[in-house]
């Protein structure tokens, strides 16, 4: 069936009265730039590619592949461009990077120039990686997990017992969030094997996402008793990683932080923070949640620590009757083994019990924890911007 064309009726061998406009004269000549690309992608999982920092500290060990983590999923992290001096050794216009042991040379260690060898960085990356701190300049220490990966260094492949006691660590300058890592990010081993490397080049970060993480209540007042690598009587102490922490401190932490992200909130007396759904999130000095403002967190405004607002916390567990389901230890299925739980805050909690010396908790001991609100889930808005 035809459609009649009602205002130019074409049977009709008529002149026009309206005019045809001609190419601009100088329309072959306009400079392509002046039409450059402005949109890249949407928010939520920004379309720039990142690398991890090549000298972080070793984490938690895969032991499926026998890789190490230094970025846990969930993590929240910054960046190091060409343009920040610190941490040293990377991303400095055409610097070399240590890359693996001259097996021809009695293992001397040998480099990368990263602006030009496929094992360096590619030009699409501008930006490496690193945890968030809160804006204040933290030390990552090198530990005994960084003598057994043989991790690399700005000084090279020199990691021993003797000095990843505390005095060798990389500065990680004060900075702010540009996202979260939404799967484990493992250490940077491109080159070191002539067969084998861990992951892909680089990837990307989460910056616009509704998520969880397991949360532990803390008492902030850390004292000056973290000399020694234990923890006081409450198995949530200490958790929260600070600028002003010193390695005993940062060894405890190790047994949680390399191993989960989560959220702390401090139930300290004399600084209680509110925890009401609402107020701002923000990184502590490792890169994990806390809440933003102390105890004005209800007056805060956004700034450029804020990575999103809190949620309703959840300690309301177990739900649907799945503490009814038989699962095997190690199935991290929530089930019999977890009473009901998710996995990942059942194991949280016994993580940090253990961190605390509490070897004999057992699982109706971790769900009354649970239950009790000493351990939980912290559901976050993220809209780092």
């Not at 379309?47 to 984490?59: I, M, W």
């Not at 499926?64 to 993590?75: A, F, I, M, N, S």
């Not at 990691?159 to 300058?173: F, H, K, M």
């Not at 009901?340 to 509490?358: D, H, R």
């Amino acid at each position: 069936m035809a459609l009649d064309n009602f205002k130019f009726n074409m049977t009709q061998q008529n002149t026009y009265k309206t005019p045809i406009r001609n190419r601009p004269s100088k329309y072959a000549q306009t400079p392509l730039a002046k039409r450059a690309r402005f949109e890249v992608s949407e928010g939520i999982r920004p379309a720039e590619y990142f690398g991890v920092h090549r000298y972080l500290p070793a984490g938690e060990k895969d032991i499926t592949h026998e890789d190490y983590v230094v970025l846990p999923k969930g993590r929240i992290v910054s960046a190091v461009t060409e343009e920040q001096t610190q941490p040293s050794g990377v991303l400095e216009k055409g610097g070399d990077i240590y890359g693996f042991k001259d097996q021809t040379n009695s293992g001397a260690d040998a480099t990368y120039l990263q602006d030009e060898s496929y094992f360096g960085y590619d030009e699409h990356i501008c930006g490496l990686l690193v945890p968030a701190n809160g804006g204040t300049t933290t030390k990552l220490y090198y530990t005994s997990n960084d003598v057994d990966a043989e991790t690399a260094t700005a000084l090279g492949f020199d990691l021993t017992a003797a000095n990843t006691d505390g005095t060798r660590y990389i500065n990680n300058p004060a900075n702010a969030p540009v996202g979260v890592v939404y799967h484990d990010w493992y250490q940077d081993i491109r080159g070191k094997y002539l067969n084998y490397k861990m992951h892909t080049d680089g990837g990307h970060v989460l910056c616009d996402f509704f998520v969880e993480v397991p949360y532990a209540k803390i008492d902030s007042d850390i004292g000056t008793s973290v000399q020694t690598p234990a923890f006081p009587e409450d198995a949530t102490h200490r958790l929260r990683a600070r600028a002003a922490d010193t390695f005993a401190h940062r060894q405890v932490i190790r047994t949680v932080s390399d191993q989960y992200t989560y959220m702390t909130i401090d139930i300290n007396t004399a600084t209680a923070e509110p925890i009401q759904p609402g107020v701002f999130v923000q990184s502590d000095a490792l890169g994990n949640y806390m809440i933003q403002g102390g105890t004005s967190a209800l007056t805060q405004t956004a700034n450029p620590q804020t990575v999103g607002k809190l949620f309703p916390t959840d300690t309301r567990w177990p739900k649907d009757g799945l503490e009814d389901v038989l699962t095997y230890p190690g199935s991290r299925m929530p089930g019999s083994q977890t009473a009901g739980t998710p996995s990942f805050l059942f194991e949280f909690a016994v993580a940090c019990e253990l961190a605390a010396g509490n070897s004999s908790a057992t699982i109706e001991d971790v769900i009354g924890y649970i239950r009790a609100g000493k351990y939980g889930i912290a559901r976050i808005q993220l809209h780092i911007a």
